[in-house]
């Protein structure tokens, strides 16, 4: 029997920073009516970290706690898809892929997983049959009406993503786009004037605030001038992959490598931040690659670890360290010119 009430919820947590426009696009065209979990608290963390073992990273920790704060609202569709290979032998790592599997077996309560697989790296897993198994418990099977809605999604993504690159916050991007609006100033520039950090990360680790404890707005405090790679073309972010010389196999490793790749090429970025989960295997590899290529571009590298008992005193004071080190080398550049620095340090913690 078809689900009648065509609501689905969100977790706000992983997928969700990545995929959610062009599924709003997606769903909402199909006259699907989507409901999101609260901002990331600190209950969201320990009802989350509850359920798993110790060892599970944040990121899962932070998806189980939105499920269940979707539970508590009173959702009862909730979509939870399998996303395993965004291309040919372009994978994800397994805890993204069994992310269904992963809820079914630990939260339980009175709601219906909305789960599909995509795996681009099968036969007939593409795109367009990910789309037809998340709506076929709804009773929709009509592939044109799923065709339709499908482009519709990637026109709110598109418009999306080029309101990002013109240097507009995640937040007011996906506002603006939700409400089918493109609101372009001009893009923005990088300055000459201050210190200009590319931040490099996974979207769920600096755009969850509660998450990466409002990055954005620390260093901006800190007079800092902050690029990450949803300011960056798939051109550029491919072209960065090729610089440093790495082969993709993570399905998010563009927004990691690719975007350190290209900024580690600009001469306008004075250092790169990079923020982790504590235990993430594919992280820890791509972070070696940026490592070793930045000190061959001149460039300082801040790498800070995250997971759920990360204090904010440590976390600020750090970044507080690694800018001052930032204006510091700038200021005795631009004193005494053509000055060489070839022994940058690399920062980790």
Not at 89 to 118: F, Q
Not at 147 to 165: E, P, T, W, Y
Not at 289 to 314: C, M, Q, V, Y
Request: glycine share 8%; hydrophobic share 40%; aromatic share 10%.
């Amino acid at each position: 029997m078809a689900l009648k009430e065509r609501v689905i919820g969100f977790p706000r947590a992983l997928t969700y920073y990545n995929y959610f426009p062009f599924l709003y696009g997606f769903f909402t065209s199909l006259g699907f009516e989507l409901k999101l979990s609260d901002p990331t608290t600190k209950k969201t963390l320990v009802d989350g970290a509850s359920l798993v073992v110790t060892e599970t990273c944040l990121p899962i920790k932070v998806y189980v706690g939105h499920v269940l704060n979707l539970i508590e609202n009173g959702v009862k569709n909730i979509f939870v898809p399998s996303i395993q290979s965004i291309a040919p032998k372009i994978y994800n790592c397994s805890k993204i892929r069994g992310l269904p599997d992963l809820i079914r077996n630990v939260v339980k309560g009175d709601y219906n997983l909305i789960e599909a697989t995509l795996d681009k790296s099968e036969k007939n897993l593409g795109l367009l049959e990910f789309l037809k198994e998340a709506v076929k418990p709804f009773g929709i099977t009509d592939e044109t009406k799923i065709k339709k809605a499908l482009k519709d999604g990637f026109i709110l993504h598109n418009n999306f993503r080029v309101m990002m690159q013109h240097g507009l916050t995640f937040e007011t991007a996906l506002k603006n786009a939700k409400e089918g609006k493109v609101v372009i100033n001009s893009k923005q520039e990088m300055s000459k004037e201050g210190i200009n950090v590319a931040l490099m990360a996974h979207g769920y680790n600096i755009y969850d605030k509660r998450v990466c404890m409002d990055v954005f707005k620390k260093l901006k405090d800190l007079g800092v001038n902050v690029y990450s790679a949803l300011q960056l073309t798939d051109e550029q972010l491919k072209d960065g992959i090729n610089t440093l010389e790495a082969e993709v196999y993570w399905a998010n490793q563009l927004e990691m490598t690719g975007a350190a790749g290209h900024y580690l090429k600009s001469d306008i970025i004075d250092g790169l931040i990079t923020i982790t989960a504590f235990g993430c295997g594919p992280d820890s590899l791509m972070i070696e690659d940026i490592k070793r290529k930045s000190k061959n571009f001149n460039k300082p590298l801040l790498n800070l670890t995250i997971d759920e008992h990360t204090g904010e005193a440590g976390f600020v004071t750090r970044l507080e360290a690694f800018c001052d080190m930032l204006y510091r080398k700038k200021r005795a550049f631009n004193k005494e010119g053509s000055k060489n620095f070839n022994e940058e340090p690399v920062y980790s913690s």
